[in-house]
Every structure is written in structure tokens, then in C-alpha cells.
């Protein structure tokens, strides 16, 4: 009877399978293999040149369990699949009989279970995560496999993230995962699980992000779904969690680089500290975000996002902060010099195509560059929201407000958000629906109260509504924040669509803002 408590590494040829945690390495790489795999694996092993039944090997991969030869013969080929080259002669058929190891010779070597594990593979400069297989009950196995596949594809179209391949995180299978143990085995610095649950027409996936270097979560959501076409509810889930991810690994990102020295930090580093300045969508804090991402510029003059960030900080100062004309000609030059460097950058391309549209005033150029960025990666959620809110000044009413809510659909808790309810709301005071332009204001206002535009939106809408005594005071909000705002200057500056802003001037001017 084989000891499973006795921790052993078996080496033979490039390959070693540690007894302990039931990883097969070559060459120090992990390798595909399952469970069962595992199980048939180390009983050819420990009984090399030995015949082993089929029953013997039966009861190693399916203790207890009652199952047909068939299923036996399927793991086998998976198990000669895994030791490629070698593998097909390796493992010997004995027809009616069972099989044979006739492959490399074997070395067993006893060990305690922190001296069998393989060493810590180095962690790559950039963020790092690992997507392993989504535990999966019932008739629920394939669905799982394809949303995870989904999972992996989508995060690597994510360019400043490194992403484990599938052979290698699919090791886990079957195995209950520590996920500072995936962290050491994998290199990584982030590992996502799951599990996939479906009774009757009901689907339910759990998904958790964690950091595998202090096994915290960071990220956990439930999604509940009805049975339909199941390859379009693949598709939304991998989608929902992809974009629900990028966020909440950018912010555990930043609160492990704000722990660093200043003068110790790379272009990325400095990007993404000067991501949240940005987001800010505040004049102020443009120049805070300017200031690391002329440090991120130096050292690395051709980083597409470096300069998709830069033109958004321009584009903060310049409608905000005077109307400039240096800053919107710089918000123009770094968004063209994003497009050319950052052609397979979702995110550069976002921030350039909003900067095209807003200050180039070039509505085509700018969705040529959301579309970019959607076609290389669909979970982008800003290109969603900060293209509505070109489609909502340019008066396109319809794309301003389905746009801002797959944004929203997308992420529900973006940084973002107050800029889709924007969105919303132009679109539907563009409509004539000024109810529900000022629910969507309100809204922009509650997400950031101290952005003058969401204050200038709620103005328009309770104005049109004839509640005169909280536009007057919305107004005056937006002279607080912005003293300087006229509202010819603005139209001026985002190139409002004249129809649009006839409505919006008249409801404006009887809110007492100034033309």
C-alpha cells in the first residue's frame, strides 16, 4: 500500500513530480496533468519496471469508486500527453493486464514538505496573476473550463499585466490550492479562483482575487444567472470579471507602490501612481499627475499610456482650469503620441480618443480610437464611458446613454462613473426626459461632488424642471468650484452640438449662470 504521508520527489529525465503537492515539473516549469493523473503517475513511479494492474491503479486515481477500464485508458493517454516527448514509450500497455514505467530511471528523494517544494520561480517586474480551474459540481465541467479560458484570454489583452498560461495554472486542478503556495510554485503575484454551481436552470459562479504574497483577498463577487444560451452567459461572466478585476488589482498595485521610496519607482510605477490624480478628473491634481508622468516620460519616452494619461491631465486643466489653449494643444500632442505608441494599449487609446474628441474636437478620429481599443480588449469599461461622454456633447443622445451604461454594466464602481452619469444625463436632456437627466445628475454628483460639470448637469435638468431654487443653488456650487466658468466657454471648449446647447444654455442662464 502506497504511504501517502511520506513527503518524496520522483526525478526522472527533465521531469520531477513532487509527491506532496502533486506537481510534475520539467525543466522547473509546471506541467498539465490532473489528479488522477497524479495518482497514476506516482504508483508507475514507485513500482518502475513493475506491471500494475488495473485495479491497482483503479484504486489510486478513483479510491473506492466503481468505474469502467475506459476511463482508465483516457487518463493514461492524458499521462503519456503530459511526459512528451518521452511519454508514449515511457509507459508500457500490458494488454488485459495493466501497464508498466520502462522510461528514465527513477530517484526517490525523502524529504520534509518545505525542502520537496520546487523553488519560487521569480516574480516579473509587472503586476502578476494566475487564473486557476473553477471548482465545478454537476453537469457544470465544461462551462467552468470555457468561462476560465475566457478569464485568461480576456486578462491577457490587459498589456501591463502578466498572466500565467492555462497548461500551467490547470496543474491545480483537483487540488485544494493555498494560494501562497500557487504564488511561490507559479511566480506570481495575484491568483484568481473559483467555483461554478449550476441546479436545474440555474447557474452560479463565485469568483475570488487574492494576493498570493499575503494571502488577503482583494476582490470577491457572486453572480447569479438564469440557463439560456449558455455561450453568451460565458461570455458575459468572463467579461464582467475581467472588468471587475482590472481595477481592483490597479488599486492593489498602488497601495504597494505608494509603500515604496519616490526615487525608487520605474515608468510604471509612476504611471500608476499618478492614475488616481487622473481619475480625479480635478484641475488641481492634473498638475500632481503631470509631475510623475514627466519622471515617466524621461525614463521611457515611447509609453503609449504615459502619454494617453498625460493628455487626460491636459484635458483636466485646459476645461477646467481657464480654458488654456497651451494645454489643450499638449492634450492633442500626447493624445496622437498615444495612438502611435500604444496601439496595443486599450487604456492609452481610450484616453487619446476622449482628448481627440473633446479638445481636437475630432468626434471621427476619437471613436476610431474607443473602437480600437474595444477590439483589443472588449472589457475595457472607460473606452464605454468616456465615449459616451463625447457622444453626449457631440448630441448623439442615443449612444451618449447606452454607452454609459454598458460602461456602468461593466463597472458598477468605476472611478469613472460620475463621468457615465454625465453621460446619461446630457443624454437625456438632449431627449426632452429632464427627470431623468437630473436622477442621472444627481447621481454624477453623489460619485463626485467636487467636479463642476456634474454640478453644471444637475443645474440644467432641476432648471428644465422648473425647481428654480435648487438650480440657482446647484449653480452656485459650480461657481465655487470653478469661478472662472462661463457658459459660452464651455460649449466652446467640448464643441457642444448647437441644438444642445441651445437647450442647455437657456436652462443654464435662468439657473444664474453666467454666459
Known amino acids: 500500500m502506497i504511504d501517502r504521508r511520506a513527503p518524496a520527489a520522483y526525478r526522472f529525465g527533465s521531469f520531477s513530480l513532487d509527491a506532496e503537492t502533486g506537481a510534475l515539473l520539467r525543466d522547473g516549469a509546471p506541467s498539465l496533468l490532473g489528479q488522477r493523473g497524479t495518482a497514476l503517475l506516482r504508483l508507475l513511479l514507485e513500482r518502475a519496471a513493475v506491471p500494475v494492474s488495473k485495479d491497482a491503479l483503479i484504486e489510486a486515481a478513483w ?48 524529504a520534509n514538505a518545505e525542502a520537496s517544494r520546487p523553488a519560487a520561480l521569480p516574480r516579473p517586474e509587472k503586476p502578476s496573476i494566475a487564473v486557476l480551474p473553477f471548482e465545478q459540481s454537476g453537469e457544470a465541467g465544461w462551462f467552468a473550463d470555457s468561462i476560465v479560458d475566457d478569464i485568461i484570454t480576456g486578462m491577457s489583452r490587459i498589456r501591463w499585466l502578466f498572466v500565467i498560461a492555462r497548461n500551467s495554472s490547470f496543474v491545480w486542478r483537483g487540488r485544494i490550492a493555498d494560494v501562497k503556495q500557487v504564488g511561490h510554485d507559479l511566480g506570481v503575484r495575484y491568483v484568481l479562483q473559483g467555483s461554478v454551481r449550476r441546479a436545474d436552470d440555474r447557474v452560479r459562479i463565485n469568483a475570488q482575487l487574492a494576493d498570493a504574497t499575503s494571502g488577503a483577498q482583494i ?164 473606452a464605454w464611458i468616456l465615449g459616451s461622454v463625447v457622444a453626449g456633447w457631440a448630441g448623439d443622445a442615443e449612444r451618449a446613454i447606452e454607452w454609459s451604461e454598458r460602461g456602468m454594466r461593466l463597472s458598477p464602481f468605476d472611478p469613472w462613473a460620475f463621468a457615465a452619469y454625465d453621460a446619461q444625463a446630457l443624454g437625456h436632456f438632449n431627449r426632452g426626459s429632464y427627470a431623468e437627466a437630473a436622477s442621472a445628475a444627481y447621481k454624477a454628483n453623489l460619485a463626485n461632488p467636487g467636479h463642476s460639470i456634474t454640478w453644471v448637469q444637475l443645474a440644467a435638468s432641476l432648471s428644465a424642471l422648473g425647481r428654480m431654487e435648487e438650480a440657482r443653488a446647484a449653480a452656485a456650487c459650480v461657481l465655487e468650484l470653478q469661478p472662472g466658468f462661463r457658459i459660452s466657454g464651455q460649449f466652446a471648449g467640448v464643441d457642444c452640438a448647437p441644438e444642445l446647447a441651445s437647450k442647455l444654455g437657456k436652462s443654464l442662464r435662468a439657473s444664474g449662470l453666467p454666459e
Not at 477500464?69 to 495493466?98: F, H, K, M, Y
Not at 507602490?257 to 484641475?283: C, F, H, N, T
Open 219 to 382: 476582490w470577491a463577487e457572486r453572480y447569479d444567472r438564469t440557463v439560456g444560451d449558455l455561450f453568451a452567459l460565458q461570455d458575459e461572466i468572463a467579461l464582467a470579471v475581467v472588468a471587475a478585476i482590472e481595477p481592483s488589482l490597479r488599486r492593489a498595485e498602488l497601495d504597494r507602490i505608494l509603500r515604496k521610496r519616490p526615487d525608487s519607482l520605474d515608468a510604471y510605477e509612476l504611471v500608476l501612481r499618478a492614475q488616481p490624480d487622473v481619475d480625479s478628473g480635478m484641475p488641481d491634481r492634473a498638475h500632481v499627475a503631470l509631475t510623475q508622468l514627466s519622471r515617466a516620460l524621461a525614463l521611457e519616452p515611447t509609453y503609449g499610456l504615459a502619454h494617453g494619461l498625460a493628455a487626460m491631465s491636459h484635458h483636466n486643466r485646459f476645461l477646467r482650469a481657464g480654458l488654456n489653449e497651451d494645454d489643450r494643444i499638449a492634450s492633442v500632442r500626447h493624445a496622437r503620441l498615444a495612438i502611435e505608441h500604444g496601439r496595443d494599449d486599450a487604456l492609452a487609446l481610450t484616453f487619446a480618443g476622449f482628448s481627440l474628441g473633446m479638445d481636437a474636437h475630432d468626434r471621427q478620429a476619437a471613436f476610431a480610437a474607443f473602437e480600437a481599443a474595444l477590439a483589443l480588449s472588449p472589457s475595457t469599461a472607460l
Open 63 to 110: 479510491p473506492g469508486l466503481a468505474v469502467d477500464d475506459s476511463n482508465l485508458t483516457v487518463q493514461i493517454a492524458a499521462l503519456r500527453r503530459a511526459l512528451e516527448p518521452g511519454g508514449a514509450c515511457w509507459i508500457e500497455t500490458l494488454p488485459r493486464r495493466g501497464y508498466r514505467y520502462i522510461g528514465p530511471p527513477v530517484t526517490r528523494v525523502e
